[in-house]
Nanobody
Framework: VQLQASGGGLVQPGGSLRLSCAASGGTFTTYAVAVGWFRQAPGKEREFVAYINFDNKNTRYSDSVKGRFTVSGDNAKNTVFLQMNNLKHEDTAVYHC??????????????????WGQGTQVTVSS
């Protein structure tokens, strides 16, 4: 399965964006049990943002985005979304989606994921 993240752009602080992670070459639920969102800012390590499990519908968020970001899945569209509200300067990064073939407690680790898509740039600036 191939993943493609999209929906990034330039937004002012306090604004919103919705990122999409689309799967091609198969459905999410055929090849994966969960999808995670990660981001990487210039000069920083890749960090976990959000997670959704297709089996039990559980979601998880990093403390830095909890209450502002929402992850959801649309099986019919074979897409996972990341709704980002009340964006801050520190949310500026390249955002990547990734899919995991197994249920792992270490959902916050990048090495827990088997498939990665190219990222989409999110810039929060006034």
């Amino acid at each position: 399965v191939q993943l493609q993240a999209s929906g990034g752009g330039l937004v002012q602080p306090g604004g919103s964006l919705r990122l999409s992670c689309a799967a091609s070459g198969g459905t999410f639920t055929t090849y994966a049990v969960a999808v995670g969102w990660f981001r990487q800012a210039p000069g920083k390590e890749r960090e976990f943002v959000a997670y959704i499990n297709f089996d039990n519908k559980n979601t998880r968020y990093s403390d830095s985005v909890k209450g502002r970001f929402t992850v959801s899945g649309d099986n019919a569209k074979n897409t996972v979304f990341l709704q980002m509200n009340n964006l801050k300067h520190e949310d500026t990064a390249v955002y990547h989606c990734a899919a995991s073939q197994q249920n792992r407690y270490t959902y916050y680790r990048a090495d827990s994921y088997d498939f990665w898509g190219q990222g989409t740039q999110v810039t929060v600036s006034s």
